[in-house]
């Protein structure tokens, strides 16, 4: 969590919230606990606060992360194949009568989720777990009252068709997770709702649309750079 949240530009109040929260963390575990940090970004509050245990702090390349710096121009910087196949997207969701649209009640956003998460992805979805579903329904309600997390929707009249989860810092967007019904894969779910999320970003002042870990191939024609994450290990004294 402290990974995932702290911001890349934070203030100094926030840096030092992170500190006090990483330093309790070190004092409360036993000694010789391992303590572990997963996604940590270059330039990030988070890896500044665990270079700050050197020597005593192992740091590696974990992941790699595609991004793309957002402006005016991006969908004109888009390939014809793309720009084709988004403007075919809309044209069939609109005769369907099928609209994006996001989503503001936190207690529908969370049954809808998991709902549809698990349609999508079957078995192999993070959420069948209880553990992981008491997350989601504990975690999720606040950061959308906060404006930290929102959602995007396919709606056919009152039937949410796919839901998409993103997280917003004050420069960046960045769609984590979501799912769709199997009868809404002829809509192109995830092409329309990464573009429609792109034009919120824009529209809301956001200079990144971030695809998070992970280089897989539908990502690639959204991207316009990629960076490494690094995983931190400290074992406490």
């Known amino acids: 969590l402290l990974a995932a949240h702290v911001s890349r530009h934070g203030t100094l109040t926030e840096w030092l919230d992170a500190a006090r929260a990483f330093n309790w963390i070190l004092d409360t575990v036993p000694p010789g606990s391992r303590v572990v940090m997963r996604g940590l970004r270059e330039g990030s509050d988070a890896l500044a606060i665990a270079r700050a245990y050197a020597p005593h702090v192992t740091i590696e390349p974990e992941a790699t992360v595609l991004f793309a710096d957002i402006d005016g121009s991006y969908f004109a910087t888009r390939s ?83 839901i998409d989860i993103v997280l917003l810092t004050a420069d960046t967007l960045a769609p984590w997770n979501g799912g769709f019904r199997a009868d809404a894969s002829v809509f192109s779910p995830g092409r329309l709702l990464f ?43």
């Open 80 to 162: 014809h194949a793309m720009r084709k196949a988004i403007a075919r997207a809309r044209r069939v969701a609109r005769d369907a009568g099928v609209e994006l649209l996001e989503l503001h009640d936190p207690q529908l956003i969370v049954e809808r989720f998991l709902e549809l998460n698990r349609d999508r992805f079957g078995e192999e979805s993070r959420f069948t777990a209880a553990e992981t579903e008491t997350f989601v329904r504990e975690a999720m309600p606040p950061l959308l009252r906060q404006g930290s997390v929102a959602a995007y929707a396919l709606m056919k009249a009152d039937t949410i068709l796919a």
């Open 195 to 237: 573009t429609a999320e792109v034009e919120q970003a824009l529209a809301k002042g956001k200079r990144r649309f971030d695809l998070l870990r992970g280089a897989h191939a539908y990502k690639v024609p959204w991207s316009t750079g990629s960076e490494t994450l690094q995983r931190a290990e400290i074992v406490t004294r």
